[in-house]
């Protein structure tokens, strides 16, 4: 059984329908699309949280995984640009204390702790999986402006490499990725990489109903998905 494998049918093993974060990313990350460094810690164990701050380097994302919460911010589940370990130990108190008001009941399973990556152009790149028209992608700008903008085009896969370039051509994004108004060119051929891999995991592995990589944050050269969320059928 290959690592994506047993990371879909250990969650649908526990009767779980969307994957925790951080398993979400080693699902990304096992078909060859960059996420940032990362350490899972158990929530109680401050000790561990704090030397696995130290370890992958400040400044540093601090998100809590559980079951019960669906949308990290909202929740209160997240917090970024922490300097230091003090800070770090009271994102820990802050969370914890949000997520009990917000979301009461709320079982904090992992904190996971991230590397905060470099400012760069954000997308969104997602994959769909249609009882009629099976599996595709979506593409477009990503983070705070999927809402405000809705920028994002859809395609059915399987598609050619001139097809994904056809697509991204159809946005703003698209546009941004190209050079805009003297900005440099960023990294396309990092965002076709990480659609055909996107793809791969889709048409490999029936059991996912979709797939969210948002935002995707891409630079002159790379890219990486900072947010990824996997629901399965």
Known sequence: MTASSKIIQ??????????FEHE????AHS?????????????????EILMAGEKLGFPLALK????????????GAVLLDIKNKAELASAVDQIMNKVSQRVPGAQVRHFLLEQ????????????????????????????????????????????THEEVSAMIAQTRAGRFLRGFRGS?????EAIHLIVNNLSTLLIDHPEIGSIDLNPV????????????RVVLK
Not at 64 to 75: F, G, Y
Not at 132 to 147: I, N, R, T
Not at 184 to 188: C, F, G, I, Q, V
Request: with cysteine; net charge negative.
């Open 116 to 159: 905060m990556m470099p400012p760069g152009l954000e997308l969104l790149i997602g994959g769909l999986r249609d009882d009629q028209f099976g599996p595709s992608v979506a593409f477009g700008l990503g983070g705070v402006w999927v809402e405000a903008l809705q920028d994002v085009v859809f395609g059915i896969l399987p598609m």
């Open 64 to 75: 809590a995984e559980s079951a019960e919460i669906l949308h990290k911010t909202e929740a």
């Open 217 to 228: 944050r891409c630079w002159v050269r790379g890219a990486a998905a900072l947010d990824v």
């Open 24 to 27: 979400a990313k080693a699902l």
């Open 184 to 188: 440099p060119a960023l990294d396309e």
């Open 10 to 19: 250990s969650a649908l093993s526990e009767g779980r329908k969307t994957l």
């Open 31 to 47: 078909a060859g699309i960059l996420t940032p460094k990362a350490e899972l810690v158990g929530p109680h164990h401050i000790k």
